[in-house]
């Protein structure tokens, strides 16, 4: 890896300013007082990204943002440490809704469609982004493609950016749902490296209800025969499915106070990419995933506490085969 390559690069096609709203419980028709409020420069990737780079990782940040609003996603950057590789299109990014209830311990999330593109604008914002990325990937650089296309750009865009990083050296990490994990796993001519999809995005890939983690755990086994080299299925409070070369187990997670469940998908996807990079084996560096998101959903503010908080809950995760 050259000097000026990245350790982990994050690509976030849709970003997203997260509005999160703080409730002492949610009630559908019913007038509201907030406990608090905040705005964050949000989106799958930025959201790994942050997490990342403050666990030591050289990171940038790549994606869309719009030109009209960036200010809150510059500002975080520079404050977190990340290198800004965000093309600007014309536009305002999105803004999504989060309204989290202390009462359940959840979040309910209203999630805004994004800049729209037609096919002129699509080629121009992805040969931008193929430049922007290109002097910052080496060999080994992981690169995650996270979250949801914006209006009007296919899953072509994506398979050709793949493609381009994976001619560089990098690891691919897909961290996306649905219709497009399943146009990425079909037409990349080589399988992920890493996939992190939740229960509901793995559902809505094999098309039909896995309700336990027997049915998940086959599910995750059969993407590890199509080539994928690592799988973790978060299950929410349930934990998570994780398989890779040795088996296949059942991560359960240590019991918390849950302030908010948003980032906590985010974390755990960065710290398991950290311990990857750090050298540490699989399944143990999904745990150390999962211990991140442990600590994050203790706190409404985004960031981890110091790492020595985070090996504890650590040794706090059981692991079952499955």
Not at 292 to 302: E, F, G, K, S, T
């Amino acid at each position: 890896m050259t000097a000026t390559a990245m350790q982990l690069i994050t690509v976030t096609p849709n970003p997203a300013i997260d509005h999160t709203v703080s409730l002492d419980r949610l009630e559908p028709g019913a007038v509201h007082r907030a406990r608090a409020e905040q705005f964050e420069a949000g989106g799958k990737g930025i959201g790994v990204a942050a997490v990342a780079a403050a666990l030591g990782l050289r990171t940038a940040a790549s994606g869309w943002l719009g030109d009209q609003n960036p200010q809150l996603f510059e500002r975080a950057f520079a404050e977190r440490g990340i290198a800004d590789a965000m093309v600007r299109v014309p536009g305002h990014t999105r803004t999504n809704i989060k309204l989290a209830d202390a009462e359940r311990g959840d979040s309910t999330d209203i999630n805004l469609a994004g800049i729209a593109f037609d096919a002129e604008s699509t080629a121009q914002a992805e040969a931008a982004l193929l430049a922007r990325l290109a002097p910052l990937v080496g060999e080994g650089t992981w690169c995650t493609l996270a979250g949801s296309l914006p209006p009007g750009v296919g899953v072509e865009s994506l398979l050709r950016l793949a493609e381009a990083l994976r001619a560089r050296g990098a690891r691919l990490m897909v961290d996306t749902g649905g219709k497009v994990l399943g146009e990425l796993l079909d037409r990349l001519p080589a399988a992920p490296d890493f996939l992190k999809p939740n229960r509901a995005e793995l559902e809505e890939l094999v098309g039909q209800p896995l309700p336990a983690a027997a049915d998940v755990a086959r599910a995750a086994l059969a993407l590890r025969a199509r080539g994928v080299g690592l799988v973790v299925v978060s299950l929410g409070g349930d934990g998570a499915v994780i398989a890779g070369e040795g088996g296949c187990w059942l991560a359960l997670p240590p019991r918390v106070p849950v302030a908010t469940t948003v980032g906590a998908g985010d974390a755990l996807v960065a710290g398991t990419l950290a311990a990857l990079v750090e050298g540490q084996a699989f399944p143990e560096a999904a745990v150390f995933g999962m211990a991140c998101a442990a600590a994050r959903i203790q706190r409404i503010a985004p960031g981890l506490p110091p790492r020595a908080e985070i090996e504890t809950l650590v040794a706090r995760i059981v692991l079952q085969p499955v």
